[in-house]
């Protein structure tokens, strides 16, 4: 097939290339966001393939059709961002990646909460500097703490798990108990048990009417003065500026983000030597006990071998059959 890819960086093309190196498809790579503007320099493409903060909205999905494309193929699990009822009407099939390396989110999920238990980001900057103080580097022991897991899929479940192993009590909460993530000890609790209990909260559910804003003031009141809160889900699973305010006032402890509700205007990209234009991200930002990473828990050698893989694969499927091995609709999530 003719594949327009999409918000192509440097690791992508190395690895779809790699996973099409018998040639079945002709990857035509793009940097460019997928958005309205961007439609035509998906040229003769019958495909597109996109990434988390591409635009799939109707319009831009009617453009494509319009343009001759069947098939979009999305290399990432979470399909938040495309409108599933325009695309069952223009009769443009959506294909994605369920499951790459649950670990990869999962053990970046990790990396942040030891960093702001143990403030690693400013004792990092501190021995740079010669300073070698340990006054503000205070941080607690994980064992026979509370950890609340919010979502109980292939990530959470893998978090738990590593978690379980720090000697953490679990508490979980999802709409469906996940039979493995029990075996690890965790009890199920309404959310307003779980925020009220926990010394750290971890954001693994996916971005739905139900999730967006599940984090707002409400549920930050009800969270134990001090808590960490962590999000390695959707942004907009998170009331930013809720959090901000929660953050101001000392009931929030501390706060871990890869994924910012607005990232679409600033992830993936290189913007040092630009204005930081998004006043709510540049206060996350003076915040001593935040640490924001730029949606990279999906970062590993292993998740982009197994996302180009079954990118590939949704292709190749798609020209057999006629549907995305991994199709995505309205009705029916494979
Ligand atoms: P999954 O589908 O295996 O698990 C989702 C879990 O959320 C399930 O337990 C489900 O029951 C639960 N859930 C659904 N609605 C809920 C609600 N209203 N309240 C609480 N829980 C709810 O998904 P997986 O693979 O574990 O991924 C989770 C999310 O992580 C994705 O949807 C995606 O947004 C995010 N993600 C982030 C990445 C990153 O690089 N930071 C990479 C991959 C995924």
């Known amino acids: 097939m003719h ?25 035509d790579f793009l940097e460019a966001r997928l958005e309205a503007r961007t439609v035509p320099a998906a040229g003769a493409a019958e495909a597109v393939c996109a990434f988390v903060n591409d635009r799939l909205d109707a319009e831009v999905l009617g453009l494509l059709q319009a343009r001759g494309v069947k098939l979009v193929v999305l290399r990432s699990a979470g399909f938040n961002h495309v409108d599933l009822a325009a695309a069952a009407a223009l009769g443009l099939a959506v294909g994605r990646v369920p499951a790459y390396s ?24 501190r021995v740079r500097e010669g300073n070698f103080a340990l006054d503000g580097l205070l941080g607690f022991d994980l064992v026979g703490r509370t950890l609340g897991v919010i979502g109980t899929g ?14 953490c009590r ?11 993530c029990m075996a690890l000890g965790a009890r199920y609790v309404p959310l307003p048990e ?13 971005l739905t009417p139900d999730t967006r804003h599940l984090i707002d003031a409400d549920a930050l009141a009800q969270m134990k003065r ?28 501390s706060l871990g983000l890869d994924v910012y509700e ?16 998004d006043d709510v991200f540049a206060r996350l930002l003076t915040f001593p006990n935040v640490v924001v990473t730029g949606h990279q828990g999906f970062f590993t050698g292993e998740a982009l071998t197994a996302i180009a893989a079954t990118t590939i694969d949704n292709l190749d499927c798609f020209v057999a059959e006629g549907r995305p091995r991994h199709a995505v609709s309205v009705e029916r999530v494979v």
């Open 3 to 27: 594949v327009a890819v999409y918000s192509t960086r440097r690791y992508d093309r190395e690895f779809l290339e790699r996973a099409n190196a018998a040639g079945r498809h002709r990857l």
């Open 102 to 125: 649950p670990h990869a989110v999962a053990e970046h999920t990790v990396a942040l909460v030891l960093a702001l238990n143990r403030k690693i980001h400013k004792a990092y900057a």
């Open 154 to 167: 292939q990530i959470g479940t893998a978090f738990a798990r590593i978690m379980a192993g720090f000697g």
């Open 170 to 180: 679990l508490l979980a909460h999802a709409p469906v108990v996940e039979p493995a």
């Open 194 to 206: 779980l925020l009220a209990a926990s010394d750290v909260v971890s954001l693994h559910c996916p």
């Open 226 to 253: 001090g808590a960490m809160l962590v999000n390695t889900s959707r942004g907009a699973v998170v009331d930013t500026p809720a959090v901000i305010r929660a953050l101001k006032s000392g009931q929030l402890g």
């Open 262 to 277: 607005e990232e679409g205007d600033l992830f993936f990209r290189d913007l040092s030597a630009e204005v930081l234009r």
